[in-house]
């Protein structure tokens, strides 16, 4: 993944969950610097504490994803103190996360970081993480492909992992499945409807596995923008 010169990252919901694994997976890749992002300020300090190999430079900025006025003074800090950034993951905790929270924090999280990627020669990365039963399938699938779209002209990709591999199915946990379900009669029927509509589907034994694939949309080695990857343990597909 080292395929850049002190890279640059930040990771939203950084305080738990997959925030903050993401956060600890990176920390070993970041030499630029890592600046960690969660309301729960207490948490977050704990977290950023206990990162295993932390970078020279590590930054905790505690506020809610969604408020466009802390983005701002963010994108400042971030200007100020490393210049740029290369590397963003979003994460949602599926615990905490309302109905509008996926598509207002990854909106919120990709207009701060493209005016900091895009000035980079190589641009830069967002990555969205986030459990299976925080997502709307459609919903989700429109938000990514925008995103790259808008995020191109930046030389920013933009890319979703919604990790599956625990508790349950991943499509059953969504709105439309029950929908789909009506319409194709079985669940065979509605997975083939999915694949359809072009969702790569990756089958994980691990979580360290959803870990692995979020650095690889992170490496410059990969060219994927817009693709939203499901990771599921395999025993309900």
Same mark, same amino acid.
């Given at each position: 993944?080292?395929?850049?010169?002190?890279?640059?990252?930040?990771?939203?919901?950084?305080?738990?969950?997959?925030?903050?694994?993401?956060?600890?997976?990176? $920390?070993?890749?970041?030499?630029?610097? &890592?600046?960690?992002?969660?309301?729960?300020?207490?948490?977050?300090?704990?977290? /950023?504490? /206990?990162?295993?190999?932390?970078?020279?430079?590590? #930054?905790?900025?505690?506020?809610?994803?969604?408020? /466009?006025?802390?983005?701002?003074?963010?994108?400042?800090?971030?200007?100020?103190?490393?210049?740029?950034?290369?590397?963003?993951?979003?994460?949602? =905790?599926?615990?905490?996360?309302?109905?509008? /929270?996926?598509?207002?924090?990854?909106?919120?999280?990709?207009?701060?970081?493209?005016?900091?990627?895009?000035?980079?020669?190589?641009?830069?990365?967002?990555?969205? $993480?986030?459990?299976?039963?925080?997502?709307?399938? =459609?919903?989700?699938?429109?938000?990514?492909?925008?995103?790259?779209?808008?995020?191109?002209?930046?030389?920013?990709?933009?890319?979703?992992?919604?990790?599956?591999?625990?508790?349950?199915?991943?499509?059953? *946990?969504?709105? =439309?499945?029950?929908?789909?379900?009506?319409?194709?009669?079985?669940?065979?029927?509605?997975?083939?409807?999915?694949?359809? *509509? #072009?969702?790569?589907?990756? *089958?994980?034994?691990? #979580?360290?596995?959803?870990? *692995?694939?979020?650095? &690889?949309? &992170?490496? =410059?080695?990969?060219?994927?923008?817009?693709?939203?990857? $499901?990771?599921?343990?395999?025993?309900?597909?």
């Amino acid at each position: 993944m080292h395929t850049r010169l002190n890279p640059v990252a930040l990771v939203t919901g950084a305080a738990s969950g997959i925030g903050a694994a993401c956060a600890r997976s990176l $920390a070993t890749y970041a030499s630029g610097g &890592l600046i960690m992002v969660d309301a729960n300020e207490a948490a977050l300090a704990a977290t /950023a504490d /206990a990162l295993p190999s932390p970078p020279e430079r590590v #930054s905790t900025l505690a506020f809610d994803a969604t408020d /466009a006025q802390a983005w701002k003074r963010a994108q400042d800090f971030i200007r100020t103190q490393y210049g740029r950034l290369d590397w963003a993951v979003a994460g949602v =905790d599926a615990e905490k996360a309302s109905a509008d /929270a996926l598509p207002r924090a990854t909106l919120g999280v990709g207009n701060a970081v493209t005016p900091l990627m895009k000035d980079n020669i190589q641009g830069g990365v967002v990555v969205l $993480a986030l459990a299976a039963h925080s997502a709307k399938v =459609d919903a989700l699938l429109q938000l990514v492909r925008v995103a790259a779209k808008e995020g191109a002209a930046h030389k920013v990709r933009v890319n979703a992992v919604i990790n599956g591999a625990v508790e349950s199915a991943l499509w059953r *946990r969504d709105p =439309d499945f029950a929908t789909l379900l009506k319409e194709a009669k079985d669940e065979v029927g509605v997975l083939d409807r999915i694949a359809k *509509r #072009s969702i790569p589907l990756v *089958r994980c034994s691990a #979580s360290q596995d959803v870990l *692995r694939l979020i650095r &690889l949309l &992170l490496s =410059d080695d990969s060219a994927v923008s817009g693709a939203t990857l $499901a990771v599921d343990g395999g025993p309900a597909l």
